[in-house]
């Protein structure tokens, strides 16, 4: 896309810049300015325009962001997509729904070249005024996808319009009300939904974990699924059944089960319909990963829950570990498997500092060289990726296997498959070399390779309780007047840790 078409009036780029730079100065007056002498009517007034300039600016935030994605300025600031521009840079929280967005809102641009409308029209229009947010426009596309595909074109064009129309009156809650209605109208026997409308609005999603590690399951099932989940919770979900609480209580599912050991253990059954639905999709998922289903290997590594912690922490029975997968556990689960031998556990030595493992010389790395990576990285080794480590593929960090890079435990590094790509000799490339002193000192880290040689950035996302620990000693150190047995050594940052793995 031109630059020139979003400019108008022959505005050239350094006006551009130049009224960026006066807004922001005017956002510094604005920012410590006093509102005390103006009377109620003019604060309510001033805050009711302060919203719509916010929603005006969304808007143009929608150009930018196409402009980034149409010149692929993403790379300039070293993003490899511009999904990861848009989480690590503009820092937004879900940066696919805001691409989808500007992919309704904003003008694109078809395979022959033309430019298209945009596919909502009349929501980017209130938008540019200000008349609604980006939390109406959320909601008037949820309604759109949930239409029919059967419906034709115009009745869909109306639809958009009326969303619009009741956007800048209506709250985001309430046009997803309204929306039940319009479906309804479009399809009121429900006859024009067909596998298309199912397959596309079918979706799970699991949410983060939060302050007691519990999670959200959120989905929308498709008719089968839903049927196969009935069967499911119908054995497995029955009283009595995979009961966490009852040793006595029957696993798996009811058909061997002695009747009268079934019968006793429901008597004892006090969860609740809720409780017995998460037990038993929690006896099914333990079966499916124990019982061989998963297959031998995902990515180099045993599908199974790989755990990471320090030996004081099993000690103690004390901390949080964290999965190859990104989830964390309570000790006392752990525990648990530990007990069960059922799954690997990566435990560190935290006196001695010496890694038990070295690496292999072999082009793809052995599942002994990637738990002995988990234990150093815990996920995707460049600064500020999320994805944690059961998703990522060996980096051959020092130098490439085709430049002759070694398959030793020295010198690979965990990377997703984008970063992983994103390694090279072209300048908006990345480059990875290993940190040589500091807390980071030993692992990878990434530049690059328009930044200065020195400039090397580790991924600390996934060691966040290595730095809290770290900066508590930092704080407070011990003091040796202290009284009473030594406090438990914790990580040391500086040097690779030592794993022993405890296997079935």
């Known amino acids: 896309m031109d630059v020139q078409s979003h400019l108008g009036r022959g505005q050239s780029v350094n006006d551009l810049e130049a009224d960026y730079a006066a807004l922001e100065q005017i956002l510094d007056r604005i920012a410590v300015s006093d509102s005390s002498s103006c009377d109620e009517q003019t604060v309510a007034e001033l805050a009711i325009r302060h919203e719509h300039n916010i929603r005006r600016m969304e ?49 694109m641009h078809a395979m022959t070249g033309e430019q298209l409308p945009p596919v909502c029209p009349n929501t980017a229009r209130e938008l540019a005024a200000g008349t609604i947010g980006p939390d109406h426009v959320h909601a008037v596309l949820d309604v759109l996808k949930k239409i029919p595909s059967a419906v034709d074109v115009e009745q869909r064009a109306r639809a958009e319009e009326v969303l619009a129309e009741f956007a800048t009156t209506l709250t985001p809650k309430e046009i997803g009300a309204a929306g039940v209605r319009i479906l309804a109208h479009l399809d009121p026997d429900g006859t024009l939904t067909d596998d298309r409308d199912r397959a596309r609005n079918r979706k799970l999603n699991l949410g983060c974990q939060d302050s007691q590690l519990m999670s959200k399951l959120t989905a929308t099932l498709d008719p089968m699924t839903r049927a196969l989940f009935d069967v499911v919770l119908a054995k497995w979900a029955a009283p009595g059944m995979n009961n966490p609480d009852d040793d006595q209580s029957p696993k798996g599912d009811h058909a061997d089960a002695d009747s009268e050991v079934l019968r006793e253990a429901a008597d004892r059954d006090h969860r609740s319909q809720s409780q017995r639905n998460h037990d038993a999709l929690k006896a099914l998922l333990d079966a499916a990963v124990n019982g061989g289903l998963l297959g031998g290997s995902h990515r180099g590594l045993p599908p199974q829950i790989i755990v990471s912690i320090t030996d004081a922490q099993l000690r103690e029975h004390a901390g949080i570990a964290r999965t190859a997968t990104g989830s964390d556990l309570p000790m006392s689960d752990v525990i648990k498997l530990a007990a069960d031998a059922q799954s690997h556990l990566a435990v560190f030595d935290d006196v001695t500092g010496e890694p038990l493992f070295f690496g292999r010389g072999r ?42 890079g070694l398959t030793d435990s020295p010198h690979l590094a965990p990377a997703c498959g984008r970063h992983n790509r994103a390694v090279g000799s072209e300048p908006h490339q990345w480059s ?7 807390p980071d000192r030993g692992r990878y880290g990434w530049r690059r390779n328009t930044d200065p040689p020195d400039e090397l950035r580790a991924n600390h996302l996934h060691r966040i309780d290595e730095l809290l620990e770290r900066h508590s000693r930092e704080v407070d150190p011990p003091c040796p007047e202290r009284s009473g047995p030594p406090p438990a050594r914790s990580f040391d940052l500086t040097w690779p840790r030592a794993p022993l793995y405890l296997a079935a």
């Open 432 to 438: 990875t070399e290993k940190i040589t002193d500091g």
């Open 59 to 107: 808007s143009i935030g929608n150009q930018r962001i196409l402009e980034v994605s149409d010149r692929d300025a993403h790379r300039t600031v070293g993003c490899v997509t511009v999904s990861e521009f848009l989480q690590t840079k503009l820092r937004i929280t879900h940066p696919k729904k805001r691409l989808q967005a500007v992919q309704a809102l904003e003008p």
């Open 363 to 404: 082009r793809l790395a052995s599942q002994a060289q990637r738990l002995m990576a988990f234990s150093q990285y815990k996920g995707c080794s460049k600064d500020d990726c999320t994805t944690p480590f059961a998703h990522t593929e060996m980096h051959h960090a020092e130098a490439d296997w085709a430049d002759g």
